[in-house]
């Protein structure tokens, strides 16, 4: 399964799970059957793994989600696609998750102006992202612009390349979550 923890590698033919598509160790191939409890505990563990976070923060983000109205494992994604970390890699603005928490950490972007250091920041429609006016963090998302000119950008955003400005133009769907996850497991789970 991948979980594109590695940024472009994932998309060639070097990516691990392309070489080796069984689990490690010397006797992978004679594992017993997973439980409900492990399928459970191992779709929130990718999940937790996809978007880079913490036991602590995955749990704020799914109370976040519960108190919402609709569907729990359906908000929990929206949520998770709202954070800034991912609407920065989702615009193509840096080459990993890590890359974009460690330049939104050191404060090198700005949502409608203003500078923000968090990478949990949900944004919201209407949000303009943009990088600081100073040329070393121009050069480092120029850069990423360019290696991540073929990737697609989802539906609710709308990116302006030449002038390295992303617009959300409205709240992700859960039809924009491209990962290939059963968050109903996840609710099941954390609901016990």
């Not at 505990?41 to 999940?47: A, G, I, N, T």
């Not at 850069?143 to 002038?163: C, G, H, Y």
């Amino acid at each position: 399964m991948k979980l594109f923890l590695k940024g472009q590698r994932c998309f060639t033919n070097k990516c691990a799970v392309e070489k080796r598509d069984y689990p490690p160790g010397e006797h992978s191939a004679r594992r017993s059957k997973v439980s409900e409890y492990g399928l459970q505990l191992r779709e929130k563990q990718k999940l937790k793994r996809i978007y880079g976070l913490y036991e602590r923060n995955f749990r704020l983000v799914f109370s976040r989600a519960e108190r919402q109205p609709g569907n729990t494992g359906e908000a929990m994604l929206v949520l998770l696609e709202r954070r800034l970390d991912n609407v920065i890699l989702a615009a193509g603005f840096a080459l990993s998750r890590n890359q974009a928490r460690q330049l939104i950490g050191h404060g090198h972007f700005q949502v409608n102006g203003k500078r923000v250091t968090v990478p949990s920041f949900m944004v919201r429609a209407g949000d303009a992202i943009s990088p600081q006016d100073r040329e070393k963090t121009k050069k480092v998302v120029r850069d990423a612009v360019e290696v991540n000119r073929s990737q697609t950008v989802p539906q609710w955003l709308e990116v302006d390349r030449d002038s390295i400005v992303a617009k959300v133009n409205s709240v992700p769907r859960r039809e924009d979550v491209l990962h290939p996850i059963k968050e109903q497991l996840i609710v099941e789970l954390l609901s016990k």
